[in-house]
């Protein structure tokens, strides 16, 4: 079946600084990728995908793209602020009959000032 | 503006006492959800449904209950609620899509004694 794996939390950076969040995956077929966000207290938010290899998905300032060739969809910002503090959440759908999104155990970051 | 609700926010109850929880859509989506979030489990699926009348389970469906008899909600029921099903609930919605995110709620807490 599908799977997610991302690097296991917490991330603590300071303000300004580049923010790399590791996410490979397995899935049959070509899946769909995901990056959601979860601001604390919050429901989750999409902050980017890609649905094809080589396709970039970017927004807020934040990137990831999706290699077919190594099953990753890494997460980067080139200066994170404080207010990008949040768990990040790489998924993906496809490769089933049901539409579910998959997701990976989730990356809590904090950034101090 | 396009949403998914979820009502309650907050739940505190007893084991054994029936509740619902409703979530409701205003997307036209056919594509409805729910998940429970857990420490260091991540997001697992409850019960999906494809549209209508057609709804199936998810990763782990015992305990609960959903109906689809309209388009617009998805209500999830727990007939007995126990203190394993303690957790962070959230109901999503998307088209019928690989393509298509997910749409999220607000989360409910659910908290059983």
């Known amino acids: 079946g599908n799977s997610v794996t991302q690097m296991e939390g917490p991330v603590t950076l300071s303000e300004e600084a580049f923010l790399t969040i590791n996410c490979t995956y397995t899935?049959?077929?070509?899946?769909?990728l995901f990056w959601y966000v979860q601001y604390p207290g919050e429901g989750l938010q999409l902050l980017l995908k890609?649905?094809?290899?080589?396709d970039k998905g970017s927004n807020k300032g934040f990137e990831a793209t999706y290699r077919k060739e190594t099953t990753s969809f890494h997460l980067e910002k080139g200066s994170v602020q404080v207010s990008d503090s949040a768990v990040y959440f790489c998924?993906?759908?496809?490769?089933?009959?049901?539409?579910?999104?998959?997701f990976g155990k989730g990356t809590l970051l904090t950034v101090n000032p | 503006e396009a949403q998914v609700t979820q009502n309650p926010r907050y739940l505190i109850t007893v084991t054994g006492k029936k509740l619902t929880v409703t979530c409701s859509q205003n997307?036209?989506?056919?594509?409805m959800s729910w998940y429970r979030q857990d420490p260091g489990l991540g997001l697992r699926q409850i019960y999906y449904?494809?549209?209508?009348?057609?709804?199936d389970k998810g990763d782990v469906p015992e305990g609960y209950k959903v109906s689809r008899k309209e388009k617009r909600n998805f209500p999830l029921i727990l007939e007995s609620p126990s203190p394993n099903q303690t957790s962070l609930y959230f109901c999503?919605?998307?088209?019928?899509?690989?393509?298509?995110?997910?749409?999220f709620g607000n989360g409910t807490r659910l908290t059983v004694t």
């Open positions: 999503a919605s998307s088209l019928n899509d690989y393509n298509s995110p997910l749409h």
């Open positions: 899935a049959t077929g070509y899946p769909s």
């Open positions: 890609a649905t094809k290899a080589d």
């Open positions: 998924a993906l759908r496809g490769g089933g009959s049901n539409y579910k999104l998959t």
């Open positions: 997307m036209n989506h056919e594509y």
């Open positions: 449904s494809m549209n209508v009348e057609v709804t």
